[in-house]
């Protein structure tokens, strides 16, 4: 198993940039690929950005592309999500996820493991 704690939210202006982390904890962190999702009021939880065990591959929803960074540092079990020229439509709340199988962590209801989520909130 794997526990997962975000944190990094807050509030800002459009244009302006936040880095979330995604600190795991249990089980090593290199047996499992992590994503991140978000969720916006009334909305499903929308797939944002993953990377699998080792940090050789990353893929990115096309709604971020370009503008959102994911990595991570398996030394010290924290993945890391890099938010540049934010938008009022990225405001949401954020989730960590992690899971053994690549494919799985893809797709939110196969994701094995969540954390507890962190705000995101954008104003124009």
């Known amino acids: 198993q794997v526990q997962l704690i975000e944190s990094g939210g807050g509030l800002v202006q459009a244009g302006d940039s936040l880095r979330l982390s995604c600190a795991g904890s249990?089980?090593?962190?290199?047996?499992?690929?992590i994503a991140w999702f978000r969720q916006a009021p009334g909305q499903g939880r929308e797939f944002v950005a993953a990377?699998?065990?080792?940090?050789?591959?990353?893929v990115y929803g096309e709604s971020v592309e370009g503008r959102f960074t994911v990595s991570r540092d398996n030394a010290k079990n924290t993945e890391y999500l890099q938010l540049n020229s934010l938008k009022p439509e990225d405001t949401a709340v954020y989730y960590c996820?992690?899971?053994?199988?690549?494919?799985?962590?893809?797709?939110?209801?196969?994701?094995?493991?969540w954390g507890q989520g962190t705000q995101v909130t954008v104003s124009s």
């Open positions: 249990g089980r090593a962190f290199t047996n499992y690929a």
């Open positions: 996820a992690a899971d053994e199988v690549w494919r799985d962590v893809l797709v939110a209801n196969r994701v094995t493991y």
């Open positions: 990377i699998e065990h080792s940090g050789s591959i990353t």
